[in-house]
């Protein structure tokens, strides 16, 4: 089994634990970053290669209404959302879960754990012992 198959399996499993009521929000940002990540790997295959897969993962998820979750000092987590535009009104393409930065661009391409780790990296840490 390849690499590319392997995360498909992964992403497939974490979307199908979202369809259920009350997913964590974990569940649902890992999701958002698994599905980011098998779309992009798609695209080496072709713009139709994203669409199908897209689609695939939207049926692991029947009946969700479009939702958008706000998280403590987190990104905006997105259920079913399936437009999606910058501020410029260019359209940003959507998949079932998404997680997007509350950066002032909120670019859905930018994973939110970059501000996780540029607030860490600007804390001062102390060595232990």
């Given at each position: ?24 929000t974990g569940v ?75 950066c002032a ?25």
């Amino acid at each position: 089994m390849t690499v590319q198959e392997r995360l498909w399996e992964l992403t497939t499993s974490v979307t199908t634990l979202c369809a259920g009521l009350g997913a964590p929000t974990g569940v649902l940002q890992a999701a958002a970053g698994l599905q980011e990540l098998v779309c992009r790997l798609a695209e080496a295959e072709g713009p139709d290669a994203v669409i199908d897969w897209t689609a695939e993962l939207n049926r692991l998820q029947p009946g969700l209404a479009p939702q958008i979750r706000v998280t403590p000092d987190g990104p905006y987590l997105l259920t079913g959302v399936t437009t999606l535009y910058t501020h410029l009104g260019e359209p940003v393409p959507t998949r079932p879960q998404m997680s997007l930065c509350r950066c002032a661009s909120l670019r859905p391409s930018r994973p939110a754990t970059v501000h996780a780790r540029e607030r860490a990296s600007s804390v001062t840490r102390i060595p232990a012992g």
